[in-house]
């Protein structure tokens, strides 16, 4: 099943980092939004989760929080 998905980062945030870089190791290609890189991209992730923590990633419209979860999901459906 395709996932509609996306992930709110910021540069600066240890654990965007670690989401960044399994990503990057396993070559998983999302959609990925700078949380700082414009205004839009804030109220897009404030829109979804209702919070501006990231890394947050957006499967088929539902935010999904912290990076260990969000790289288990990862693991369990896109590898």
């Avoid at 509609?4 to 980062?9: K, P």
């Avoid at 070559?27 to 897009?44: M, T, Y």
Wanted: net charge negative; glycine share 6%; with cysteine.
């Amino acid at each position: 099943m395709a996932h509609e998905l996306t992930l709110y980062y910021m540069s600066t945030c240890p654990f965007c980092l670690k989401v960044l870089e399994f990503m990057d190791d396993n070559g998983i290609g999302i959609p990925v939004k700078d949380r700082n890189a414009s205004a839009e991209n804030l109220q897009e992730l404030m829109k979804v989760g209702g919070k501006q923590q990231v890394p947050c990633l957006v499967i088929n419209g539902k935010a999904m929080y912290e990076s260990d979860d969000i790289i288990a999901w990862m693991k369990k459906k896109l590898l």
